[in-house]
């Protein structure tokens, strides 16, 4: 599986915009960039999905790399309901495979202050 | 209309017992998958079912670990003879067209605690 790095930890405050980074230099041409998150002593949760466009939605924004190895994902003006782990995971969309699995690493740990 | 249903919420066992987890998927999803999550790491894929069919169970341990999504009723994840090392949270997910949207809806988890 193609792996992501993110950062362990990030901090932001209250009603500001914030960027999660992530990078995929692996990545290959039929991998989807998912965003999942993961809330203190919930499951995880779904936010957003790309492959080459960037994509808005209710959520998040996905901003992606022209060549495809980095992507970001934006909170507009973050909450204090938006603490939690964010996950950036591969999904290889091709038909064979394991095209429905999802590889979570550690994520970013998101700290939202008051 | 209802989220993925996962019971029981908290379960503890001692070694040597059984565990059953059991999870309800959402109205109208038929992909179920299960997920582990050791202390301190990230979701690990175990296994994938529809209804009445192993998917793939790449990730289940090949002993004592046991999934079923029988045509009625929940599907259930079975863990005999614990250890102290079962302990973790299992998550359920379930999908309609995942291939498309790509969106799993996960339960809130069962946290198996072995003493």
């Known amino acids: 599986d193609a792996k992501t790095t993110q950062p362990n930890s990030m901090e932001s405050n209250e009603e500001e915009p914030v960027h999660l980074p992530c990078n995929h230099s692996?990545?290959?041409?039929?991998?989807?960039i998912h965003w999942y998150r993961q809330l203190p002593s919930q499951g995880p949760e779904y936010v957003i999905h790309g492959l080459t466009s960037n994509v808005n939605n209710r959520m998040a924004s996905l901003a992606i790399a022209e060549d495809r190895k980095s992507s970001t994902l934006i909170l507009h003006r973050a909450t204090l309901r938006d603490a939690a782990v964010y996950y950036c995971?591969?999904?290889?969309?091709?038909?064979?495979?394991?095209?429905?699995?999802?590889?979570f690493g550690k994520g970013t740990l998101l700290t939202v202050n008051p | 209309n209802a989220g993925v249903m996962q019971n029981p919420r908290h379960l503890v066992r001692r070694r040597g017992q059984e565990a059953r987890l059991r999870c309800s998927p959402m109205?109208?999803?038929?992909?179920v998958y299960w997920y582990r999550q050791l202390p301190e790491e990230g979701l690990k894929f175990m296994v994938y079912l529809q209804k009445e069919n192993i998917i793939d169970e790449s990730g289940m341990p090949k002993e004592r670990f046991s999934a079923e999504f029988p045509k009625e009723g929940p599907s259930i994840l079975r863990i005999q003879q614990v250890v102290r090392g079962d302990s973790a949270a299992y998550f359920c997910?379930?999908?309609?067209?995942?291939?498309?949207?790509?969106?799993?809806?996960f339960g809130e988890g069962s946290r198996l605690t072995v003493l």
């Open positions: 997910a379930s999908s309609g067209d995942f291939l498309n949207t790509g969106e799993l809806f």
């Open positions: 109205k109208g999803h038929s992909h």
């Open positions: 995971i591969l999904r290889d969309r091709g038909s064979g495979g394991s095209n429905y699995k999802l590889t």
């Open positions: 692996t990545i290959s041409g039929t991998d989807y």
